[in-house]
């Protein structure tokens, strides 16, 4: 399981760490527009970290001291076979106390502003629980 607690001292397997260096190299379009107006603190003076090391994932952004991930999905992730796996990681990231935010690339073009809100108020302390916090299990 993915543990928030434990997500800065090294816990993720080996071959966890090469991929996410590979991954921040071969950024999408959508994550580097995302990483330039998150990166430096500039979004509520967060400090957020790209292609992060969590377990045996790798998380697309994420916020430790809010205990925030923000992860950026692409249209392979309408695959069955990717939809799966997504539910599983997400189910054992949000299990390991980390909050998680879900945005296609599509949103990140769209209405990056909007992007940034959501992300803002997720940040906040006491913040109501994400839209995919609260929606009911499938069956």
């Known amino acids: ?11 993720s397997p080996r071959y966890i760490i090469p991929c996410a260096r590979e991954l921040r190299r071969e950024q999408t379009k959508a994550e580097e527009l995302l990483w ?6 500039q979004l509520a003076k967060a400090k957020f970290r790209r292609q992060h090391p969590a377990g045996r994932y790798v998380l697309d ?5 809010a205990r925030l991930a923000v992860e950026l999905d692409g249209d392979i992730h309408d695959y069955p ?15 390991g106390g980390v909050r998680l935010l879900v945005f296609r690339n599509q949103e990140i073009f769209a209405d990056l502003d909007r992007v ?13 629980p994400t839209k995919e916090e609260c929606k009911p299990p499938s069956p």
């Open 116 to 128: 940034l809100i959501e992300i803002r108020e997720a940040l906040l302390p006491g913040s109501p």
């Open 1 to 11: 399981m993915v543990d928030a607690e434990r997500m800065n001292q090294g816990t």
């Open 61 to 65: 952004f994420y916020c430790h001291e």
């Open 81 to 95: 076979d990717q939809a799966a796996y997504d539910k599983a990681r997400r189910t054992e990231i949000r299990e």
């Open 36 to 41: 330039h107006r998150v990166r430096n603190r």
